[in-house]
């Protein structure tokens, strides 16, 4: 059943934020049947930085008479509450089926994408697909393309091979139709730097050959490409943007101003209402000051350390590979953009985090103390167990 919870979760951001809204709440209410929820708020590795997170959220947004950061830190609470429960399952089955599933979904997203484009065509400024807006969108794709990438580097067959394939393809379509073009640049390196770790040297050859290709196609023909032209425009404004934000952090450096604080300067740019500092660095330390800047640190370090250890791992060296390209690609597009802090987007990465769960959640078996049992490997197999000692091909348990 959990298993299911946290696939249905996976769907959930593939739909719509409401669909995500709704699936979180839902998840709450099943951990409150089940008696989960205060333990899981509790005992979750590293969950003390999140609260305290939240609760420095919710003081700031008040002192600074921002009433909409106090739902929205209510919120993280809740985000951080489904980010613990899929923590607490993981596995590696588990995380292969995230992928699976990903990529599948995200074939409903490029349709819905598909459509989008034939209604509105070249009227159309960018292309959102389910999220609410393209970049979102965009961020999605980032990461089920390197989902994509990585099941074709352990394709068992020609089928697979095609099907993971195509499902890379049908995204860096959806790309082109949502005009990013941070995303083009964070996934080339991320991509290139996940083949590196992975040892797929003639992979990487391909993609370097890709990329290359694509480069040189942009600059022999830049009208080709969705919002090139502009390029330099786009640039001026973000450094606006963030001339802006980093004046609004300096008015309260320490513990920040509350979640949607730069919404609330109603600041037009080009005619446009921007609601974020269009960077993930910046709004961390508009929100939550350098205070909570160092709270998310603390959570990342014990949320990474586990996933860290798996480079050591033979059957999850990819697994590490991938989560790094995955932490790369976000943090690259994350200079220059927030969309990791939309909820479609926001959920594919908190699952990303939730592989540090792999590593923790060692099944454990049960035996009397005063007498040793003799069980066949393939259940010992089963139950994950640490300590053994073969004997005739059973495993003695202590």
């Known amino acids: 059943m959990d298993e299911r919870i946290v696939l249905g979760l996976v769907i959930s951001a593939f739909v719509s934020m409401y669909a995500v809204v709704a699936a979180m709440l839902g998840v709450i209410a099943y951990l409150i049947k089940e008696k989960r929820l205060i333990p899981l708020a509790l005992t979750s590795p590293g969950i003390q930085y999140l609260w305290a997170l939240c609760a420095l959220g919710i003081a700031a947004a008040l002192a600074n008479g921002n009433k909409m950061g106090v739902p929205v830190a209510m919120l993280l609470a809740v985000f951080f509450l489904i980010g613990a429960f899929v923590r607490s399952v993981m596995t590696r089955k588990l995380f292969d089926k ?15 994408a598909f459509v989008q484009y034939l209604t509105n065509g070249a009227h159309s400024a960018r292309i959102s697909s389910t999220f609410y807006n393209a970049n979102y969108y965009a961020a999605a794709i980032e990461i089920v393309t390197l989902f994509a990438v990585y099941k074709l580097l352990h394709a068992k067959n020609r ?41 797929s040297y003639k992979a990487l050859c391909i993609h370097i050959g890709l990329c290359a290709g694509l480069a040189a196609i942009m600059f022999a023909l830049p009208n080709l490409f969705p919002r090139m032209g502009q390029l330099d425009v786009d640039i001026s404004t973000r450094i606006h943007i963030w001339r802006y934000a980093i004046a609004s952090i300096l008015q309260s450096p320490i513990f920040g101003k509350g979640v949607l604080a730069f919404m609330r300067r109603h600041i037009i740019i080009n005619h446009m209402h921007i609601m974020h500092t269009h960077s993930i660095y910046l709004e961390i330390l508009l929100s939550f000051g350098l205070l909570g800047a160092g709270l998310v640190l603390a959570y990342l370090k014990n949320c990474l350390a586990p996933i860290w250890r798996m480079r050591r791992i033979g059957s999850d060296r990819d697994r590490f590979a991938l989560a790094f390209a995955l932490l790369g690609c976000i943090g690259l597009h994350g200079l220059v953009d927030a969309t990791v802090f939309s909820i479609q987007a926001g959920l594919l990465m908190m699952l990303l985090f939730s592989l540090a769960g792999v590593q923790e959640n060692h099944r454990r078996v049960t035996l009397p103390a005063h007498r040793p049992a003799y069980l066949p490997a393939a259940r010992i197999r089963e139950n994950y167990a640490k300590h053994f000692i073969c004997s005739k091909g059973h495993f003695r348990i202590y």
């Open 159 to 199: 089928k697979q091979s095609c099907y993971y394939a195509a499902v890379a393809v049908f995204n860096a379509i959806g790309l082109y139709f949502s005009g990013c073009r941070t995303a083009v640049f964070a996934l080339c390196v991320a991509a290139t730097l996940m083949l590196v770790l992975c040892r």
């Open 98 to 112: 995230i992928i699976e599933v990903s990529c599948a979904a995200s074939l409903f997203a490029f349709a819905v």
